[in-house]
Structure formats: structure tokens, C-alpha cells
């Protein structure tokens, strides 16, 4: 929490009125508290500590603890004199202790009415000792080597303040201690990010010192009015880390209810305000000190209001305490936000479609993929000293004891809510488990067919829980539902070849680099040779045979689940073709459909919805009858440039016709 303007100087009096040497306070706990309000009112930068809406002796304890806080922060930061810096923190330590004693008179203002919250809530003394250490911890580290040991010290620095707040309105319990460790951290990082430059201008570093040099930032570089193309990327990066953070902590806004939700809602929108500020400056934080506006704080408080269910209400003599309702209640609810978010956030392709589903149906659809999204992490991008063989092996397992009861991560009541009210097969999940294990040790596949054995366990498997999601129950659907997913997958592995190839990975059959006389290092150097694109284009038809038998699914699914696949396979049957157009650029870059033209496709697929089959021509790559065509949407929406021209011309003026590889790509919804 940074002291802001004239920090300094409210400070320096104030210790000078309360410091060590000061005598005790007699004012009474009255004065005390109006001491609190002043602090909090007046000196806290990005948004208001405490809201209109928090009410009575809460209100006490919440200024209590800030106060606290800012106090602890201003010994460690206004103080230039280390020593003594050191020693005010020893002294402000030292009343601690006297919060629990009975007789104790506490000197200062701040402890007077703290005391009065720690015996009315029965508060406990470790988060404010975490806080002391934090401070303490700043005056030697003045570096972080790792973003790990930066979020260690986020555990003694911003943590135990939001484990106290949880404490003030009786709504703590271990599982939501974690979610409000997860946005605590979050803001601290955020409030890093934000601080660049003023934490330089007092000896401290608080980017990561490996991802500096992984990005190639020095300390120098740190020091100059605007930040370098490498300081942006290194920041940018961070708040994209930071925001993984706040989706964390997601499902605590929707497992409390009332004023307490509003509280810890405007905190972690605030938190996102800020990075979104961040962000909009392209990273550059030293040119000028990112902050929320005014206007942008008025938008984060009516935003909150709209979002709190029955908020006006709260005022109410009936109204039930938190501390009455159980967890179970509101464990569900917050599961499926946490779902809904990472869904939203990282599906890009998926997100769209899921749109088309009922909410019920959609609310599955977020869980699959909050799954399968958490599976491939474990794989992907283990944390440091772990073996992800043995991650996923604990994943089955966690999996196996969330179906019998014993969640114990945020997306387990949702997906086993999933799993119970739609029939979803359990082996499915298991077997996606199987497949992503395989990606742990280098994979070669000598034919076609193993390669399909492998997109069954990744895909296919996925496809087959979707046919209980949307209700089709007919095993005359299971081929073809099969072939979904091989074509779906297929597309991935061609999108991400340079990608995959730079982690060690080839998914195309070795036969088939054979046929055609490319050589795997090929691949992995981007040698755009004609063998590679003549391999390419067969690839291609490999992947349009899928879609074919994939477009005969349709045919069994109820009105939504059509309108879902529909969209879905359009969108990345339109990304196969984008590819087929541009092959010179797949091995450039990891090519993507833009959000203009997947909203289309996915709109195109509304008439479903209603059991209304559009004409053919409404998600068309080909047809010239009326309606928006997958090429008039990539020409228009993709934004493919003078590169993106070139790569055209080299395939074909249209999808009608044979693009590069041949035959024909077919009507999207009425193939097959």
C-alpha cells in the first residue's frame, strides 16, 4: 500500500503525536475509532476501503485493521533512516502482544481500536505478525529471484489482511482463506506492476530477477523515464499472470452473499482495473503511474451494486448471516463461476458456442473444459520441482475422491454436479487424463492410425462427454463423434506444428514426412520448402475427411446440442481452411480466426437453437447463395494484411473451387 501524496507529511506528525516516545493516548475508543475512519477516508489511493454498504461495528473492525496496515507500512517506507526503521517496526510489533491481555492499556490510537475488535471477534494475532515480518522482510530483500518467492512474501504482506476481513464477518473457513489468499496476491502483484518506478526510486525490485533475464531486462533498464520493448513485454506478461491469479480467487465472489461480497468484489475488480490500466499503456509503467480514475472508480461501484443479488435488501431483519448458511450452499455457485471464468478466458475457439446451450447445459460445458484446460496445465507448465507424471497421477486420484464426495479443487463441485445430472461416463475423464499423460515423454507416431488412437484419448473422449452434455443417447452418434474430435484435434496439431516442435513434439505420422520428403528439423527451423506444403495440403484432406463424417452428428443431436456443434466445428473447420489459404505463415506463427468471425459463425448457428436449419448458404465456404460465407468472414474479420494477401494468392482467390491439396471443402452445417 503505498503512502501516496502527502503521506509523508500526515505521517511524520502522527508520529511525532503517537511515536514511542510520545505519551499514552487518552482519548477513549471512540476517539480511537473517528482516528481509524480519518486513515481510511483519506489515505487510501485506488478505491475506498470501506463502502457505503458496510454497516455498524464491522465497519469499526475494518478501519481497525487498515489502519493497522498503513501504519506498519509507513514505519517501513517514510522512515529513511534504516535503523530506526527497524526499531519503530520492533516497537509496533511490541503492542501485539497486548491485544489479548485483560488489564492492558494499549498507548496508541490504532491499538486502542484494534483491541476492541480483537475481543469482539476473536481475532487472531499471527496475520498481524505476517504483516510485521513482510515489512521486516523489506528492509534486507531488496530483489525477488523468482515470481514463487515474490508470491512467498505476498503471503505475509497482503494475505493475512484479507484472512482478517473474512474473520470480521464471520465467513472464514479453510476453503475460502485460499480463494481470498489468491485475490490478495493478486493485488499486491497488481499494485507491483502499477509501482515500477517509485519502488526503484527506494532500492527496491519486485519484477521477478529470472524473468528479467529470461526477457532480457536489466536494472539499468529500469531506471530510464520509459520503459523498453523488453520492460513492456516482461510487465505485460506478469499481468497476464496476475490476472490467472484473480481467476483463482474467482469463486469467492459468488460463495458470499451481501455486503461482504460488494467489499471483496469492488477489491478484486479494482485489482483488474488496474491491470486493464496497465495494459491500455502497453506495459509501460514508468512513463506514467497507471491509476483508476474517478470516473473508472464510479463504473467498478455501480458494476458491484449490479452484480450482488438482493444487495438492497440486505438491510433486512430477516435476512440470514452468513455465518448461518452452509458452505455447501454456495460451494456450487462458486464453482461454476470459477469454471464459467476460465472457460470465458481461455477457450477461445469454445467460449462462442457455448453460447448457443441452456444454462444448465452450459454450465457443464465450462466444467469439461475448466477440466481438460487444468489437465494440459499439469502437463504443460508444471510448478518447479514437481514431476507431472506424478501431478496427474494425483489428479486421477483427486478426480476419483471429488466423485465420492471430497472435492479439493474449485472446479470439482461443478464438474461432478456435470457428471451426475447429465450421465457423463467417468472413464471419459479418466481416459482425457491418459491422453494428456502421453505428452510427457516425446511422441512419434509411425502411422495414421496411431496417431488417431492418441486423438481419441485427447478429443474424441471429449466429444463422447459432450453427447451426454447435450442429451444425445443414440449409439448410431458415437462414430461420428469420434471423428470430431479426430478432426477437431487434427486442426490443432497442424495450427501448432512450429509450436509443438519447439517442445519436442511431432504429431504428424512419420509415414507421412516420408511420402513427401520432409525432415522433422525442417520443421522445427520453419524451412518452407515445397515438400512441406505439398505435406501440408495432404494433411489438409486428411482433415476435411474427418469433418465429413463429423458433419454427420448433427443429424442425431436435440435443437441446442445441434446449434453448439454447429458452431463449434464451423469455427474450426473455418480455421482449417484459414490455414489451407495461408501455409506459408503455419510455421510463422500460431494462426486464429478473429472474434468477429467466430461470433458469426456462432450466430449463423442460432436458427438451431429454435429447431429452424439454416440455408445452406449461412456459414458456407463456398456457396454464393445468400448469407455470410467463411471467406467473405476471413477476408474481412481476420485482418490478414500484405502478408495475409500473399498467403491467398499462393492458395486460391476462394474457397470455392479445390484450395491447395484438393477437394471440395464443402457446405459447413450440411456436410456429410
Not at 461443478?414 to 511422441?443: C, K, N, Y
Request: with cysteine; charged share 25%.
Amino acid at each position: 500500500m503505498a503512502g501516496g501524496k502527502g503521506a509523508e507529511c500526515w505521517f511524520q506528525r502522527d508520529l511525532a503525536r503517537f511515536g514511542p516516545n510520545s505519551p499514552a493516548f487518552e482519548g477513549g475508543l471512540a476517539r480511537a475509532r473517528a482516528y481509524c475512519q480519518d486513515l481510511a477516508q483519506h489515505h487510501y489511493e485506488n478505491f475506498s476501503v470501506l463502502t457505503f454498504w458496510v454497516r455498524g461495528q464491522a465497519r469499526h473492525h475494518m478501519r481497525a485493521i487498515y489502519a493497522f496496515s498503513r501504519w506498519a507500512d509507513n514505519l517501513a517506507d517514510e522512515v529513511m533512516d534504516a535503523g530506526e526503521s527497524k526499531r519503530l517496526l520492533v516497537w509496533w510489533r511490541g503492542q501485539i502482544e497486548e491485544l489479548n491481555q485483560p488489564g492492558s492499556r494499549p498507548r496508541h490510537p490504532v491499538f486502542v481500536a484494534l483491541k476492541a475488535s480483537v475481543f469482539a471477534l476473536g481475532l487472531p494475532l499471527e496475520p498481524f505478525h505476517h504483516l510485521i515480518d513482510a515489512f521486516d522482510r523489506d528492509k534486507v530483500v531488496h530483489d525477488h529471484p523468482s515470481l514463487d518467492e515474490l508470491l512467498d512474501y505476498c503471503e505475509g504482506s497482503a494475505n493475512p489482511v484479507g484472512r482478517l476481513v473474512l474473520r470480521v464477518f464471520g465467513a472464514a473457513n479453510p476453503q475460502r482463506d485460499k480463494w481470498s489468499d489468491s485475490i490478495c496476491s493478486a493485488l499486491q502483484l497488481a499494485n507491483f506492476w502499477q509501482d515500477i518506478g517509485n519502488d526503484r526510486k527506494i532500492g527496491r525490485i519486485y519484477l521477478p530477477a529470472d524473468l528479467r533475464a529470461r526477457f532480457g531486462v536489466t536494472e539499468a533498464d529500469l531506471d530510464l523515464p520509459q520503459a523498453t520493448e523488453k520492460t513492456k513485454k516482461l510487465v505485460l506478461h506478469l499481468c497476464q499472470k496476475t490476472r490467472d491469479l484473480f481467476c483463482q480467487g474467482e469463486p469467492l465472489l459468488a460463495d458470499l452473499k451481501g455486503p461482504l461480497a460488494a467489499q471483496v468484489r469492488l477489491f478484486h475488480d479494482g485489482g483488474i482495473a488496474i491491470l486493464d490500466a496497465i495494459e491500455a499503456q502497453g506495459g509501460d509503467t514508468l512513463a506514467r503511474r497507471p491509476t483508476v480514475g474517478k470516473f473508472g472508480k464510479m463504473k467498478l461501484l455501480g458494476r458491484t451494486l449490479g452484480r450482488i443479488p438482493g444487495l438492497a435488501n440486505w438491510f433486512s431483519p430477516k435476512k440470514q448471516t452468513l455465518a448461518s448458511r452452509k458452505l455447501d450452499e454456495f460451494s456450487l455457485s462458486g464453482s461454476h463461476a470459477w469454471c464459467r471464468h476460465v472457460a470465458k478466458t481461455k477457450a477461445g475457439n469454445f467460449y462462442p458456442a457455448f453460447g448457443l446451450l441452456p444454462t444448465g447445459q452450459h454450465r457443464a460445458m465450462c466444467a469439461l473444459y475448466a477440466f481438460l484446460r487444468v489437465t494440459d496445465d499439469i502437463a504443460d507448465e508444471p510448478a518447479e520441482g514437481e514431476d507431472p507424471k506424478h501431478s496427474l497421477a494425483a489428479w486421477t486420484d483427486g478426480l476419483r475422491r471429488a466423485l465420492e464426495g471430497e472435492p479439493s479443487h474449485p472446479l470439482h463441485p461443478a464438474l461432478v454436479w456435470s457428471v451426475r445430472t447429465f450421465g457423463i461416463d467417468p472413464a471419459h475423464l479418466e481416459e482425457a487424463i491418459e491422453g494428456v499423460a502421453m505428452d510427457l515423454q516425446p511422441l512419434r507416431f509411425e502411422t495414421a492410425h496411431e496417431a488417431e488412437v492418441y486423438c481419441h484419448k485427447v478429443a474424441s473422449v471429449v466429444g463422447l462427454c459432450c453427447l451426454a452434455i447435450w442429451g444425445c443417447r443414440s449409439e448410431r452418434a458415437r462414430p461420428a463423434a469420434i471423428a470430431t474430435g479426430h478432426a477437431l484435434q487434427w486442426t490443432n496439431i497442424l495450427r501448432d506444428l512450429r509450436e509443438d516442435s519447439g517442445r519436442g513434439r511431432l504429431y504428424l505420422p512419420l509415414e507421412d514426412l516420408r511420402r513427401f520428403g520432409v525432415i522433422e528439423v525442417e520443421i522445427a527451423r520453419g524451412d518452407k520448402t515445397p515438400q512441406f506444403f505439398q505435406l501440408l495440403d495432404f494433411e489438409v484432406a486428411r482433415a476435411r475427411g474427418y469433418y465429413k463424417q463429423a458433419w454427420r452428428l448433427r443429424r442425431h443431436l436435440p435443437p441446442a446440442g445441434a446449434a453448439m456443434f454447429t458452431a463449434l466445428v464451423g469455427i474450426y473447420q473455418g480455421l482449417l481452411e484459414h490455414l489451407a489459404l495461408m501455409p506459408d505463415r503455419v510455421l510463422e506463427e500460431r494462426l486464429s480466426l478473429s472474434k468477429k468471425t467466430k461470433a458469426l459463425i456462432a450466430l449463423s448457428a442460432w436458427p438451431l437453437r429454435l429447431n429452424q436449419v439454416p440455408k445452406p448458404g449461412r456459414i458456407s465456404p463456398g456457396n454464393s447463395g445468400g448469407g455470410v460465407t467463411l471467406r467473405g468472414m476471413i477476408g474481412k474479420s481476420v485482418g490478414l494484411g500484405e502478408a495475409g494477401d500473399r498467403g491467398a494468392r499462393k492458395s486460391q482467390p476462394s474457397f470455392s473451387g479445390k484450395p491447395r491439396g484438393g477437394g471440395s471443402t464443402g457446405t459447413l452445417p450440411a456436410g456429410g
